[in-house]
């Protein structure tokens, strides 16, 4: 018995240190420039089409992930924040925050169609969730959440919510999350009822922006201006660990695949923390990436990470036009 337990014990430490050893083999492999002026915020991936889309203002640069080259734009977009892709309906939605309205368009063509006006203030981020079949647009400058029929086009509901909103995640189960940027909090959406059920507490955690999701142990993962990722237990709230990141992010990442979440940093640097288990986190790497490549997308099929900066290139300045996307994955 004693030398099946001492086994059984060995397989599990090796295991372990395996898994935090692919952990520590992220690089930067791909540093694709794409130009063009202005802001950008969210990205979103499309796997499947191999596209990855990045709200630019204006508009939506679409980048080729196999190629890294633009493939076209999604133009007429006025603050654009957040997209959203329905393949099924060959369709995609971009949040259009300075007029207060989402701007579907086509996903082949990627020509705009009619914008779907809002109640809300200042749409930023959005959700698919499947629990409702809706999307959902949270609105900074109202404090509310709207909800869109997407075969209609048209704002079917709004939840009044009690702080301003950041990032939100689904559960796709009849659960949707947000981060309560002013508050510290997370607010718990019961969706199909469309009301807030509870609050939690973010402390430590000072600035929540981005938020991932582990639908499987039911894992929240903020992460924070002042260097923390909280974790936090999406049945009830508490907290279940407490981890130091970069400075300044403004986006979060799970890959379930690899147990590994990751946090985008303004400080130029790429936080890996690993799972080891549900209640178990530790910092495996800090990568260094480029200044403010804040935002990111998580490919869980290819286990890669992209991220979009002003300067994706080596040099320490930023000539002009040097705004694109570096991809990271392991050797």
């Known amino acids: 018995m004693k030398r099946i337990l001492v086994t059984v014990m060995t397989l599990a430490v090796a295991a372990a240190c395996t898994a935090a050893a692919s952990s520590t083999n992220y690089a930067v492999l791909d540093r694709h420039v794409l130009g063009g002026a202005g802001k950008w915020d969210y990205l979103t991936l499309d796997g499947a089409a191999q596209r990855l889309y990045i709200a630019r203002g204006n508009r939506v640069m679409v980048m080729d992930t196999q190629t890294g080259k633009l493939v076209g734009e999604v133009a007429g977009v006025n603050g654009a924040h957040r997209v959203v892709v329905l393949p099924d309906q060959h369709q995609g939605y971009v949040t259009s925050g300075h007029d207060n309205s989402v701007l579907p368009f086509d996903l082949m063509t990627l020509k705009p169609l009619p914008a779907i006006a809002l109640s809300g203030k200042g749409p930023d981020g959005m959700l698919f969730d499947q629990a409702t079949a809706k999307l ?14 997407p075969v209609s086009k048209k704002e079917t509901g709004t939840v009044a919510l009690p702080g301003k909103p950041e990032f939100a995640v689904t559960d796709d189960n009849g659960r949707i999350y947000v981060n309560l940027e002013d508050k510290s909090q997370i607010a718990e959406i019961d969706a199909k009822a469309g009301k807030v059920l509870a609050t939690w507490p973010l402390a430590p955690c000072d600035g929540p ?81 480029a200044a403010n490549a804040r935002t990111l997308a998580v490919d869980s099929g290819t286990h ?21 996307v570096l991809v990271v994955g392991t050797h």
């Open 136 to 149: 959902w647009t949270f609105n900074g400058h109202s404090n509310s959440a709207s909800l869109i029929d």
């Open 209 to 289: 922006t981005g938020l991932a999701i582990d639908v499987t142990h039911k894992r929240l993962f903020s992460v924070c201006a002042n260097q923390k990722m909280v974790v936090l237990d999406a049945t009830d709230g508490h907290q279940v660990s407490v981890q130091t990141i970069g400075s300044d992010p403004d986006a979060a990442g799970y890959d379930a695949g690899t147990s590994n979440v990751f946090s985008s940093n303004a400080d130029g640097t790429l936080t890996i923390v690993h799972q080891d288990d549900a209640d178990h986190y530790s910092v495996v790497a800090n990568l260094a990436t």
């Open 304 to 324: 890669r990470v992209y991220l979009a900066a002003p300067d994706v290139t080596a040099g320490a300045k930023a000539p002009q036009g040097t705004f694109g």
